[in-house]
């Protein structure tokens, strides 16, 4: 048994590439597949990936989307397809293993959901198994696109799609995600520049439709005009024509609306790096993403595929999808939000017939209140479906969101599952069970937040803080001059995560984590060491298009100087590490 937990981040990249490799071979052994995958932006681009990967084989494919796997539709598949089909799952499949062993048929699962059951799949490529977050190291696209360039090197063109992916899975550019984005860059197939988070348009339409950031002038037109004549902004530009100091104008705009909210996870949504895919028909990431959901919610999944595999006729009718499914539900969020309780350890909306309940989660605890865990309970179609998020720091003070849907909705007769920071569940019909589920799930997440249930510590015992530090060092006089270690740490805006302080000497910065518990200065610490190595590798394969080369020594250095840090914080707190596992 390999244990994964001590392993390396690379490591572990190096063991999910491996999974990839056996399935690619699996695959390339079989002539007719059956693809199957979940229908939101992430499945969707997994399935361009794999239908480009198969054609490019030589391979016949069919493809099924399913918003869900249940038993039904996997009779039909088994009854619909002959046994030496191969079954390729993307992006779903893994939280069935139940329902998938009725398949006579040989399994592969490229998935990044967390696993449930023993799985019947001959191949299972799965970052979890190998000790990656599947909620944001990579996404189901990511892992189709490793065993897509697994089955052939020249099929680094698809990364942009892989890119798409995480974005429409809200994911971060760390680990396997930042290497694919780095591969892609390399490749010439995406660009990347700062700013809002937002598709392209003109500012007075994208701001009056964007829900991503919520902000409190979205969707009010004389709110969205007077901000930006605030700006001295023409309302009419488009927003990817903007000069940097525009665009830097607009951001710091935004991100001061944001900061009340105290939330890493908003400010992070809100203002970054853009990606500009140059294979792709629409070239902004949030643009393909955002179209593409709301292709795979409205079941227009042919459109979908046949805008990623570079139909032109596909793109007007769904951009026509997308702005009608932004702007309801901008006008959906004016009407719900306002209706959301409150409890002890969770906040929730109860509705009935909501469209776009995950959309509500995201926005609710990223816009609204992002202290709880957030669960839209909706009542739709005999059922009741739930959709619950959580945040990193939540996710850091111990919260597992996929445990406690499942284990509340097992309580009252349901299902569910999912990540830790995003999970969704069914319930039976009815305001009691949604009474009981409400009340088992406050209880379940009451625990896993309560500080002693994870420590195993016993209660009145006085807390110990500890500290550890990171220290990134410029080493050489380039270095020296540009303040290439103060620049790193200030990008890492450690400042905004608790606990954390940071201070700057000459000839480096240094980064402060303090709690009472050392799981998360690890945990904490792990994080900043990844987002600074990924940063620094997409300012490095960034700065390489650029040809300019000074930033490529300010990114090399800050990495240098990451493992004697790293390692002198566990070799200071070594003796406490029996107490985090
Ligand atoms: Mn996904």
Sequence with gaps: MVNYKSMPESEKIRHLKKQADSAARL??????????THNDSDGLTSAAIMIQAFKREGMTYYHKIFPKLDAGHVSVLASSYPEDFLMVFCDIGSGQSEFLSVLP??????DHHVPVGKSPAKVVVNPITVGLEGSYMIS??????????????ANTDLSSLAVVGMIGDRQLMVAANAEILDEAIQAGVVTVRRGLKIGDGNLFDVLMRTTEPYLDITGRPDEVRAFLAGLDLDENRNIRDLTDAETERLCQAVLSKLEPLNSPDA?????????YLKNQLVE???DLAGLLDSCGKDDEFETAIALCLGDETAVDKMFELYRTVQETLVKNLAVILPTAKSIENVSYIYGKDLHSAGNIST????????????????????MIRISARGTRSLIKEGLDLSVAVKQAAESVGGSGGGHNIASGGLLPTGAETAGNFMTKLNE???????????????NNMPPVRMTGTIRFIDETDDEKNEKAAEKMVISLAPDNLYGTETSFYENYAEIQITSEKFGSIL????????????????????QKTAQSSQSVQASRSSQSSQSPSSKSLSDDESDEESDDE
Excluded: W
Aim: aromatic content about 8%; overall charge positive; hydrophobic content about 40%.
């Design 267 to 275: 400010t992070e949504a809100a203002v970054g790096d853009i990606y």
């Design 27 to 36: 695959i390339k052994q079989h002539r007719h597949v059956c693809l199957v």
């Design 444 to 458: 379940i997440i009451g625990r896993q937040l309560s500080p002693d249930e994870r420590n195993g510590a016993p």
């Design 363 to 382: 926005t609710y605890i990223r816009y609204v209140c992002p202290r709880k865990p957030f669960v839209c309970l909706n009542e739709y179609d005999g």
């Design 105 to 110: 048929n040989p399994i592969v699962i490229l």
């Design 140 to 153: 189901g696209a990511g892992v189709s696109y490793l065993t897509a360039r697994a089955m052939n090197p």
């Design 523 to 542: 945990a904490t610490a792990d994080d900043l060491l990844m987002n600074a190595d990924g940063a620094a590798r997409v300012k490095k394969a960034s």
């Design 284 to 286: 902004n990431v949030f």
